[in-house]
């Protein structure tokens, strides 16, 4: 049995793996694993204004600031911000006035991100080294939250949402992409260590999702968008028998890319 600690580490691992070989793989648009792909996840990220390609290491799973209703100004946080690609699309939101932090656990995702400011020239971006039940910011410190395909990995996931309510400044709001489950998985495919750095072993069912989003105090919690996400076969069988995989794949149960906005509300508690 995996331990909190022992998983984030693996996710270090995964994700400083990903930074150095990033130069030579060129590889689809999904979510965070490289076993899989699905082109329905590939929303045209190089069409938006703000986006470098040296930042795009095509781990996420939806575009969150497509809904996440930036305004010039606003200070905005990506919630495991890699090599900065959404970071610096909300930059292009955001103008000058305005700020973004991002914040990431791996220490070579946050020198791929500085070094990628460093040459884009942008002074209020800042990447921040830090992990999200425990992010490295005041209370009331940002109006608007992002994150892409990240929250899956977080093993206290109730913790992570109530530190992204704690620094949201009342009336902010969030608007994440995230990894759910309708059903459940099989058992064989909650154990192993790669699937759970792929965004899989890691997802929570959707209504449990929401029901820990609501807890944490958010408000106006509504899905902008659900999409499913195909496993391949040659992926499952590497876990599954035969039998299993078609019980599987006719349960109905399904991997599902999410995207969620929530408030913080302009009263009460901070």
Known sequence: M?????????????????VQRSSQCCCSSSCCSDEYTDDTLSEGYSQLEGYYAEADLHLGCGIPTHYAQIRAGDVVLDLGSGAGNDVFVARSLV????????????????VKA?????????????????????????ENEVDVVI??????????KSKAFEELFRVLKPGGH???SDIVLHGDLPEKLKTPVE?????VAGAILQEEYLYVIRQAGFVEVEVKQEKQVTLPDALLQKYLSADELKAYRSSGSAV???MVFGQKPATGRS
């Open 2 to 18: 995996q331990t909190a600690e022992s998983l984030k580490n693996l996710v270090k691992e995964k994700y400083a793996q990903l």
């Open 95 to 110: 103008g000058d006035q305005g700020k973004v932090i991002g914040v990431d656990m791996t220490e070579e995702m946050i």
């Open 114 to 138: 500085r070094q990628n400011q460093r040459k884009l020239g942008y002074h209020n971006v800042e990447f921040r080294l830090g992990e999200i039940e425990a992010l490295p910011l005041e």
């Open 147 to 156: 994150s892409n395909c990240v929250l899956n990995l977080v093993p206290d």
């Open 174 to 176: 969030f608007c994440i």
């Open 195 to 199: 699937m759970y750095a792929g965004c």
């Open 256 to 258: 599902v890319s999410l």
